[in-house]
């Protein structure tokens, strides 16, 4: 592994909902946990944002009428041996946003909400990234949204307001990791567009800036490298937007976690945090049609850890969990004891003036049986699912700010 540092983002491209269960595989069972009294070697923390344990019945579910089923199908992670339940409050509400949620996993410690990678009077806290890194991992942060977006930002920033989107940026050269991530870099040029290109702020610290996976292929240049969407070049990074079929040119998830491992290697130790954050969006939204979508994305990129994971048993640990809920999912939704998984595959939304997007959503939901509670987070727990080297730590009944110190082996 050289000396290179890597910030790599990109916009990932939506899989085709009957094309879903293609990503799906069960891990060996026959996986025995194993103790760890030092972190494992190769460390994969993986966020699906906004994922409870709904969200993750609803796409194995969906999965299981794919394959002819009533149930039965699985996604990657939910095979894995050892299963927790995560708390999720924040320190001054009982329902987190995505950046005190993200602090309290990466830092081990409780913030107020809007707070990125700082206790609640300000003072700057060490995420397990930094810890990791001080103890000879190569870091590598990567997300399916923008790279300064909340929960990646709560592994590298320090920033009073999760909405200061410049100057977390300006945090990604300073925190000297490997290896950067996501789907472009909101407020590109500052909130009032006056500030100087981040592309070139980041060039002059060192980072190269590549757009899409072709030229970070391409590159010959050993001083680093940084890469954008290929089609947002000098643009701002878009929000919540999914482009569906083969032809979507976007990278996705899973192949991004695969550069991200091939540049990190396997000589030197690693720690990755990778998260599905338009899972978080598509609830927002109560779309249900794109949370399948999100999540079988996110799963690929599960499934391709787990890969790593098979060749590296020992030495590997992989976890999965989320920041919170979103949306208050509920499979079931007064009408009838089945869901309607076809309908939600053919069917439009319904044409009502009278209601704007996320409620039309919510209507598409009920009309097939499936409910929402909110269009926010909810203050439900999460599951977390683990394997490999120091699992079973992750057993039972833990809070978020537990996370770190069983990664890190504190």
Same mark, same amino acid.
């Given at each position: ?263 990190? /290697? ?5 720690? *990755?945090?990778?998260? #599905?954050? !338009?899972? $978080?969006?598509?609830?927002? %939204?109560? @779309? ?43 499979? /079931? ?5 089945? *869901?309607?998984?076809? #309908?939600? !595959?053919? $069917?439009?939304?319904?044409? %009502?003036? @009278? ?56």
């Amino acid at each position: 592994m050289t000396t290179l540092k890597k910030v790599l983002l990109y916009s990932s491209a939506a899989i085709v909902l009957a094309a879903a269960a293609g990503a799906i595989f069960r891990p060996d069972a026959e996986v025995r946990v194993r103790k760890a009294d030092k972190p494992a070697k190769y460390i994969f923390v993986m966020i699906g944002d906004g994922m409870g344990a709904a969200q993750v019945a609803a796409a194995e579910s969906y999965l299981s009428y794919k394959a002819g089923r009533l149930g039965g199908e699985q996604l990657t992670f939910t095979g894995f041996p050892v299963l927790g339940l995560c708390t999720t409050y924040s320190a001054d509400s009982n329902i987190t946003d995505s950046a005190a949620s993200g602090t309290a996993i990466a830092t081990g410690n409780k913030t107020d909400n809007h707070y990125l990678g700082v206790a609640p009077d300000g003072s700057p806290l060490k995420s397990m990234a930094y810890t990791l890194h001080e103890k000879g991992y190569n870091v590598g942060i990567m997300s399916s949204v923008p790279v300064n977006h909340a929960t990646p930002g709560a592994f590298y920033a320090h920033q009073e307001d999760r909405g200061n989107y410049y100057e977390i940026s300006l945090e990604i050269p300073e925190s000297g990791f490997e290896f950067f991530a996501g789907s472009g870099i909101l407020d590109f040029n500052g909130k009032d567009g006056s500030r100087e290109d981040i592309d070139k702020v980041l060039e002059s610290k060192g980072y190269d800036v590549c757009y899409g996976l072709d030229e970070l292929a391409a590159s010959a240049d050993e001083s680093g490298v940084v890469v954008l969407p290929s089609d947002q070049k000098k643009e701002e990074a878009l929000n919540y937007e999914i482009e569906h079929g083969d032809d979507a040119k976007e990278d996705r998830l899973g192949e991004v976690l695969e550069a991200a491992i091939e540049y990190l /290697g396997d000589e030197e130790p690693f720690f *990755i945090m990778c998260e #599905g954050g !338009e899972i $978080d969006w598509a609830a927002h %939204d109560n @779309n249900v049609t794109e949370l399948l979508d999100a999540i079988s994305r996110f799963n690929e990129a599960v499934s391709v850890a787990y890969g790593f994971y098979l060749e590296h048993p020992d030495e590997t640990l992989i976890v999965v969990t989320a920041d919170h809920e979103t949306g208050g999912i509920t499979i /079931g939704a007064d009408k009838g004891n089945m *869901i309607d998984w076809s #309908g939600i !595959e053919k $069917d439009s939304l319904p044409e %009502d003036e @009278n209601l704007n997007d996320k409620q039309k959503n919510r209507a598409f939901s009920a009309s097939h049986n499936i409910g929402w509670t909110t269009f926010e987070h909810t203050g439900a727990p999460v599951p977390v699912y683990a394997i490999g080297k120091g699992a079973e730590k992750f057993s039972g009944r833990i809070d978020n700010t537990d996370i770190y110190a069983k990664v890190v082996c504190e």
